[in-house]
């Protein structure tokens, strides 16, 4: 079993920046790749970004491409998202993910845990 928590999300103008942080629990962090997800109001939930066991890969949407940066630090058992450059189209719960293999994905089925959501608003 894995728990992820989610935190660092807020209210922010946009063109402002925020870092969102997944701490996980368990000792095969460093096994599992990390995605982030997001979902607003009245729409599906979709991909934002995710990231292999080791770090090395990463794939985003093309719609946070060259404003989100995701990273991980297996030591700390932390995965993290850095939003620079928000806008209001922004605005969304944000949710991490983990799978139980190393290999990224943007599909949320193949996603095992999630967490519970962090909410980011973005005011015009």
Known sequence: ??????????????GGSLRLSCAASGRTFSSYA??????????????VATITNGGG????????????????DNAKNTVYLHMLTLKPEDTAAYYCAARLVGTASTLSSLYAYWGQGTQVTVSS
Do not use: C, H
């Not at 990390?34 to 991909?47: H, L, N, S, T, V």
């Open 57 to 72: 890969s990463t794939i985003y949407a093309d719609s946070v491409k060259g404003r989100f940066t995701i990273s991980r």
């Open 34 to 47: 990390m995605g982030w997800f997001r979902q607003a109001p009245g729409k599906e939930r979709e991909f």
């Open 1 to 14: 079993q894995v728990q992820l928590v989610e935190s660092g999300g807020g209210l922010v103008q946009a």
